[in-house]
């Protein structure tokens, strides 16, 4: 492996720190070197606070003055909530800067490479773009469809279902399988579900993989205001962020006075035959700059994203257990034959105990 390589992994394992720390702002790394030692790291923070160009020269100080930055995203070129970073790599002295993947935000695309050239700063781009564009799906998918980057999750028996005949599906996964979900909980910006899935399981939906997790606004699409005052997830809608999709001949009820009370932000959206286009669902949260998407649902919202091809990626954690019965999650999908089946590309997976995650992205044609 080059230095160039192997510096620029380092940056990507700095960014992975800020992974669901710093939304709306896409999670950087940055490593600044000389004489081939590393001398400074930074990764984006909170929003609002420093970026990861800024971080690894703080702390480098005096000794960026001829070194080399390597950062995984195209440093900013305007003023938001910080000064742009392209500004503070200048001033630092920086000598060469090697660039990921250069940002497709209108607001930078090429401006800030630009301005570190109008400097006399030499650029180099491309190393590792393929890595660092996956690690950034969520932004890019964001930037690129203005809408959420959407992550399909679901626990299955071996034969492919997720529930017993009676209904009953705690637990299909392990211990393991649940603790990296609630992981995977506290790096996307919404876990979303359908009111069926509340009345039948009575979820939480938060993040409990420590008692710092950085929470997902919880939202429910309820059509019809079906969501019971008891529910584990109503009680806790004052503790933590949550958002109903009602129908809008709904919004005058009494029934949206006292969720509102009890903490729900109530959205009303058009249906179509009692149900909503999902375009609108995803176009109020990109919106509310919303960049990713978990979806933690039932059969119904599952197939109404896939039919919508809004699935970006497939999470199925698989158990050793045959359940039989006819709880499939995708039985209303509407494919008839094999050549019209939805392949996954990039296929990886994971073991967790005796439970194995295949994570994979739907090619649709």
Known sequence: MDNTTKFMQLAINEAEKARGKCSPNPFVGAVICKNNEVIAKGHTQDYGGDHAEVQALKQAGSLSAGADMYVTLEPCSHYGKTPPCALAIIAAGIKRVFVGIEDPNPLVAGKGIQMLLAAGIEVHTGTLEERISRQLEYFLTYI??????????????????????????????????????HKLRSQTDVILTG???IIQDNPMLTARSSAKARQPLRAVLDPFLAMPIDSCFAKSMHQYPSVIYCGIDQLNTQKVDMLRSLGAQIEALPMHKGLFRIADVMEHLAKMKKYSVMLETGSGVAESFLKEQLVDKCLFFYAP???????????SLGISSITDAIELKDISFKHFGDNLLICGYPQYR
């Not at 257990?321 to 039985?331: E, H, T, V």
């Open 144 to 181: 690129s469809k203005n809408r959420p980057f959407v992550t399909l999750k679901t626990a299955l028996s071996l034969d492919g279902k997720y529930a017993a005949e009676d209904g009953s599906s705690r637990w299909i996964s392990n211990d393991a399988s649940r603790k990296y979900t």
């Open 195 to 197: 009111i069926n899935t």
């Open 321 to 331: 257990k045959i359940i039989g019965g006819s709880m499939s999650p995708l039985n």
